[in-house]
């Protein structure tokens, strides 16, 4: 039975998360909810439109109109939330291959779910698969003009034109960006090289995107251009990559921005909200700069409820989950590049120039894949980690944690040097897989 992980609930399509799982989940979205209507969105995977069907036939069941965007990235949906005041639902696995697919949902307004209405949800749809269906009753609208409300709104952010002289490489993932992101900074002045913007359901993130920004990179540099932007599949996060084709992950993205509100007197409360896997250079950065950091667990909303219990208008994630709280209710990759670029375009500063804010401390992580989810691996480690952190003095820190998603536990290790930090978190993974199976899947 699938359960909300650290951002909605995924499963492979139509084997795990299949379209009588959908529809239910969909029904308990609107007992709990009690919306008059909701906003529903797709990425581009092939299953997307079975499982759409599946929320309309949920909510129609238990009287709730819809408004259908189609193909729109998950920060586009939350827009439409935010600005309507509808519960919103995006059909996406964000950065998983097509095989997999999910749902997240939007409390009217845009905002993610407290913890108490996830709990809510989840007993009410495992609830109803006992539960006969009922008859449908719920209308469907058109809601596509509400993505070019989005699109408009993020060229009014920046300003149209304001990008213009800016050279950039576009890299769509193949996913729910591939329309928009291109429009909207056109209308910006960008001077583009779109490439990955022709999904056929199967081709979502494979390859491409923010998680294979190598591709780009060479991209970048082969065409001259000022930077590279890369989108994962729904959207939601980024990185960039500058001329000379070194990749620029959320840390650095996060810290730009940072500096440039905090100099302009935009940086409310002079703070930002950032995860545990930041990098250490992050904050020595922050330090420096005189800005305030609150560190959370992983995930989005983590970040979100940061940034509404201290009143800060920045915060995300190295993995380009970033958060522009002035603008939005919840992470955009395409708004956190677009203000990137007014940056780079307000300032003529480079990309590379703009990252010199912070210097990178060597990391390495390897993930190892469990036969079953570890609630606490970093427990279960305490002995080893210790006598690692020891290894460390104040050169490093050390992090282990089970993925919120899938059976994997993710070892982060940073170091003074990449030779440290790689040994010691191959000692770490070892210790797991020989006290409890499993294998090491990838170090990077």
Request: aromatic letters at 2%; one cysteine or more.
């Amino acid at each position: 039975m699938l359960h909300f992980g650290t951002d909605g609930v995924r499963g492979v399509a139509l084997e795990e998360l299949t379209v009588e799982s959908v529809r239910d989940l969909a029904r308990a979205v609107a007992r709990v909810l009690s919306p008059v209507s909701v906003v529903v969105g797709r990425d581009t995977r092939e299953s997307g439109e079975a499982l759409e069907r599946a929320v309309v036939d949920g909510l129609a069941a238990e009287g709730v109109s819809v408004h259908l965007m189609g193909v729109a990235p998950t920060p586009a949906i939350a827009f439409a939330s935010e600005r309507h005041g509808h519960v919103g639902i995006a059909l996406t696995a964000s950065h998983n291959p097509y095989t997999d697919n999910g749902v997240k949902v939007f409390a009217a307004g845009g905002t993610k779910l407290s913890d108490a209405q996830q709990i809510e949800i989840e007993r009410e749809w495992h609830a109803l698969s006992t539960e006969r269906p009922a008859v449908a009753l719920g209308e469907v609208h058109d809601g596509s003009l509400m993505l070019d409300e989005y699109a408009g709104h993020r060229v009014a952010v920046a300003g149209a034109g304001a990008l213009r002289g800016l050279r950039v490489v576009v890299d769509c993932a193949n996913g729910a960006m591939s329309s928009v992101a291109p429009r909207v900074l056109a209308a910006l002045g960008a001077g583009l090289t779109v490439m990955n913007d022709s999904p056929n359901g199967r081709n979502i993130n494979e390859g491409c995107g923010a998680t294979v920004p190598g591709p780009l990179a060479g991209r970048v540099v082969s065409e001259g251009a000022d930077l590279g932007i890369a989108f994962d599949g729904d959207g939601d996060r980024v990185v960039a990559v500058d001329a000379t084709g070194r990749v620029i992950d959320g840390d650095f993205l996060i810290a730009i921005a940072a500096v440039d509100l905090a100099s302009r007197g935009l940086l409310r409360n002079k703070g930002v909200a950032v995860t545990v896997m930041t990098n250490l250079g992050f904050h020595r950065a922050m330090e420096q700069a005189g800005i305030n950091v609150v560190v959370t667990p992983v995930g989005d909303r983590s970040i979100l409820l940061a940034l509404d219990e201290h009143d800060f208008v920045l915060g995300g994630e190295q993995s380009g989950h970033i958060v522009h709280r002035a603008h939005a209710t919840t992470g955009d990759g395409l708004l956190a590049a677009v203000l990137l670029m007014e940056d780079m375009a307000r300032t003529s500063r480079p990309l590379a120039a703009a990252a010199s804010v912070m210097t990178q401390w060597p990391q390495v992580m390897v993930n190892v894949r469990t036969a079953e989810r570890l609630a606490n691996p970093a427990a279960d480690l305490e002995q080893e980690i210790t006598a690692c952190e020891s290894r460390l003095g104040e050169h490093g820190r050390i992090l282990v944690r089970s993925s919120g998603t899938e059976p994997l536990v993710r070892v982060m290790v940073e170091a003074s040097d990449d030779a440290t930090a790689l040994g010691i978190a191959g000692d770490l993974a070892g210790a797991l897989v020989s006290r409890f199976g499993g294998s090491i899947e990838g170090t990077h």
